[in-house]
């Protein structure tokens, strides 16, 4: 079974717009990190790791009130997920409890070998995660 054909989209664009060529590509494909831009992604060993699937993850455990992951250097694997979490108000995060939780619901390379703490996540203007910052801020080894 092949992919659908491509046809044009609303606005007459020929191919197809991308938005439109990749929701068509999804719905054959079940790998979730495809199509996604290369910065919510990291490679650990030539196997991609979903940073925002990682995310949805580490928001359901308790006591986090919201998370980011980012790619840091790795000197085996060239690349490791590093979960940046974020507690809820008046409570403490267990890591353990954390790792537990997460061991039971990802594949095991796909756990960070580091987790860090903030008391809050650098925001960009529109009050998104500014990840750039915090690459720029690892990629130091704070």
Not at 113 to 125: D, F
């Amino acid at each position: 079974m092949g992919l659908p054909r491509l046809s044009r989209c609303r606005r007459g664009h020929q191919p197809a717009c991308r938005r439109r060529r990749l929701a068509a590509y999804r719905r054959h494909c079940p790998d979730p990190s495809l199509g996604q831009r290369r910065d919510r992604r990291s490679s650990q060993g030539g196997e991609w790791i979903s940073s925002t699937e990682l995310e949805s993850h580490l928001a359901r455990q308790p006591a986090v009130a919201e998370g980011a992951v980012i790619a840091v250097a790795d000197e085996t694997w060239g690349e490791r997920p590093l979960a940046i979490l974020v507690a809820t108000a008046g409570e403490e995060i267990d890591l353990d409890a954390v790792r537990s939780g997460l061991a039971r619901e990802v594949a095991r390379w796909w756990m960070p070998e580091r987790i860090e703490i903030l008391g809050e996540l650098p925001k960009t203007s529109v009050g998104k995660v500014d990840k750039q910052r915090l690459r720029e801020r690892y990629a130091r080894g704070d």
